[in-house]
Structures are given as C-alpha cells and as structure tokens.
DNA sequence: AAATCACTCAACCGCCCATAT
DNA sequence: AATATGGGCGGTTGAGTGATT
C-alpha cells in the first residue's frame, strides 16, 4: 500500500515562513479554527502544505505556547522524563504544559544531553558511561528497568488521556484520585515471567505529591487502559514486583524510592571512591571518576526521576 | 576585516497509526 | 479485507547567527 504525497508539491513553497503568511494562516485558524489541514492552505490563501500549515501552527503560532529559555525545573523535569520515556518527545511536551515537543526535542539535543554527557552519563542511558554491573547490580538494575517500563507505559498512557481531554471536552476531569497509601506488605518478583507481585493495603495520603497517582508502578497497564471515566476510582487491586526484600508498611513512593536505593548502594559499593579534581565546578571529583559528591547527585537523580513519575502530570508540583 | 568554525532551531521528510471508504 | 487518507511523531537538515582565529 503505498503513501501518496500529503499534499501536492508542485508550485508549493517551502521553507521559512513570511511574517504575511504567519497573518494568513492566523487570521484564518482564528476564523474557522484548523478544520482539515489538507484543505486548509487552499481556503486561507496559503501556497503551502497542509502538513506545513501544521506544523507551523503547533510548533510556532499557537498562543498558548511559551517561548524563550528553559527554567530549572523544566530542564530538570526533560532529563528526568527522558530517564524514563526515551525520545517519546511528544510524551514529554504533554508534561510540560506550553512547550512544544520540537522545542524540548532541541533542546535536549543542543543542550542537555551534551551536559550529561560531560556529567559522564550516557544521554541515551542515563547510566553512567563507566558501569560495569556486578551479577547483583545487574539484577538491581533489571528491577528497575522493570519499573521504568512500567512506568514509560502508564505516563503514556496519561499523556494519551491529556491529548484526548483536550479534544474531547465533555469527559470529565482526569483522574484525580484522591490520597490513597498503599501498605506495600509483601513483595515478590517472578523473574521467569518478569512479573512483579505485592500485597497491599490502603491508608492514608502519601507525602510529597500533592495530586499523586498512588496506583504508579502498581497497577498493570490493562487498568489504565480500562479508566472508566464515569467512576475514575474504580481501579483494580495492586500487584507489584520485586526479587529482594522491601521494608514492609512502606508508602509507595518511599517504596519506590527503596529500590532506587538498593541500585544505588551497589553503585556504591563498587564506586564509591574519593578523588581531587573538578567536574563542572563540583570540587572533588575528576570527569568520569565516581565521588561521593556525585554519588549523592546520582542518587537524587534517580530518586528524581522515580518520585517525578509517582506524581500525576495533572497539576503535579513539579510543573 | 575576512574567513572559518560551532551552534541553534525552524522546518522538512519519511514513517506509522487510526480512521474512513 | 484492502486500500486511501489525514494527522502525528521522531529524526534530520540546513540557513542564519555568533564566536573565534
């Protein structure tokens, strides 16, 4: 099945856009709002594709994008994303409200991943370039890979619900659960089929999030998929994973945090070293030596990265 | 002042997926 | 079921610009 052209080329122009054109095509998204892109240029006066229109549109005139650089916490929220998301651009722009996925997408490439990179961690990873696993980091490491998946899955998923609400006004508001603690009792991991199971209870509200997704890391992909709209409570029972033991009673985002913790102790077995030097103005450690100055850096990244996701992208704090 | 290099980012391209026919 | 189409996404390119030699 062949994919025809999107649009007829000849006599169509390309390349940057005139400040006339950008008139043109305001005047007419304003007026009659975008309708089909297809048809768009020919009825707003556009020698241009529809998929140009487009992408100048979202990526450029839309209002209600904000432009300029990027704050701390915006940079901070993209390496974290990525940590768990990869290059789903889209994915990531749907958690940091006014910022295109061409714009991040840039800026992870022209400035975050050359800044983890001089950090001595892989952009692509978000490993440090010099690891060499021993059997149990290994293991660790798969435990929490596990959860990056899961978790890559579910901020899907929300970012899904995101791009949907905005289409379709009438659904009710997302998914604002309300508190729930989950009791993590017992924990096990069922390394064959990669499984991961828990006993839980609920309680009271969790610390630290304050518009949390308690069910993160817990509930299978099927359930977020199943979000009844009517009844946004309404999730199925817990089930988690894991192949060491967890401190029991913990609330999910200590839990989370714990095996975070166990990756990174072994790191630290096996790393932690002292050195004189600099990294990036960090006194004590040279490029690509492990420091405990950085070790603690690494530690707040991940644990970053796990405690970001365990809060909802629906007026999270982090935003 | 001119040439060269490095960097940024808007825009394009090709592919994929969902939906319509 | 097969095909066509529109929209969206991620990777890449190249013009513009500033820094350096």
Known sequence: MGRSACCEKV???????TPEEDQKLLAYIQQHGHGSWRALPAKAGLRRCGKSCRLRWTNYL??????GKFSLQEEQTIIQLHALLGNRW?????HLPKRTDNEIKNYWNTHLKKRLSK?????ATHKRKTDALSPRQLKDATTLSHLAQWESARLEAEARFVRE?????????PPTVAPLHLDVQTVKYNPISGAIF???TTSAAAPNCSLESPISSIHPLSAIHQYDAANPMNFPAAAFSMDAAVNTNAVLPDFVEGLTDILLENMNDQELNSSGGVVDGVPGCDVGEICSGEFEENTSYWNNVLNLVNCSPFGSPVF
Not at 62 to 67: A, C, L, T
């Open 198 to 200: 828990a006993t839980t």
């Open 119 to 123: 950090m001595g961690i892989d952009p």
């Open 62 to 67: 839309r209002p209600d994008i904000k432009r």
């Open 11 to 17: 006599g169509l122009k390309k390349g940057p856009w």
């Open 90 to 94: 889209s994915a990531i722009a749907s």
């Open 165 to 173: 609400s905005k289409v379709l006004h009438h659904l009710p508001p």
